[in-house]
């Protein structure tokens, strides 16, 4: 298994920014008639925030191709800049039509399902799954993962990344699930035997090379796949010290 097989769509309409989030994005129209919520590569993460663990029930990620024809007939100055730095190939998510934000006041989830974005958040350093944005969506009657974006903050800073890999994450006390989180050493169990060595393999490799090219930095994008393999097997080698 060398890589995952993620279609490629393209842009064909711009139809309106989500303010609500912090990188701004989008939902667009794709040539397959389909909309989705893009996650624009100029946005303030930039590419990093594309770079995911793929898993539980999260809508079908595509990749999808950003012409310079929509700055050119944008009005809005900061939307204009947005997709000008994001022309080429970005990250894009299915919209969920008609789906409501979760919200832990008025929704149970089950505790298995609950330990196992917990117990994943805490591996990939998701800082972003709080009471203030849940980043998951409640859509027939199922639980959504939307995003990931704020992830694996060691790749911030690739200088340093090597100090992330024995590290715990006591953020994961503000997350949105965790008082539900009950089943934290059975999601651990599901989680070793779902990811292993081949499967986060081929997670990485599916990264497109485009998006590890950096020229501030000295790392060569097969420097920053075994990186991100190394981390990944650090954090599960590691699992029951995080439960």
Known sequence: ???????????????KPLREGGSM???????????????????????????????????????????????ATEADEEIQDLLDFSVGLNLGLHFLSGAITYDPLVTKVDALLASKI???????????????????????????????????????????WENHL?????????????KQATELKNAAKEINRLFTSEKIKA???????DWLLDDSIEFTPDQMRSAYKQYLAAKLAMIDELV
Do not use: C
């Open 25 to 71: 994005p989008a939902i667009v129209k794709a040539d397959d008639g389909f909309m989705y919520v893009l996650k624009f590569r100029g946005a303030g993460q930039g590419k990093k925030a594309l770079t995911r663990l793929l898993g539980l029930n999260m809508p079908e990620l595509v990749f999808m191709n950003l012409d310079n024809s929509f700055g």
């Open 203 to 209: 997670i990485v490799n599916t990264i497109p090379e």
């Open 118 to 160: 917990v117990l994943l958040d805490s591996i990939m350093s998701n800082i972003d799954r709080t009471v203030k944005n849940t980043n998951l969506l409640n859509w027939h009657n199922e639980l959504w993962v939307i995003d990931n974006g704020a992830s694996f903050y060691f790749h911030h800073n690739w200088e340093t």
């Open 166 to 178: 024995t590290r715990t994450f006591p953020m994961i006390k503000d997350h949105v699930l965790l």
């Open 1 to 15: 298994m060398n890589s995952i097989d993620i279609r490629t769509v393209n842009v064909v309409q711009y139809i």
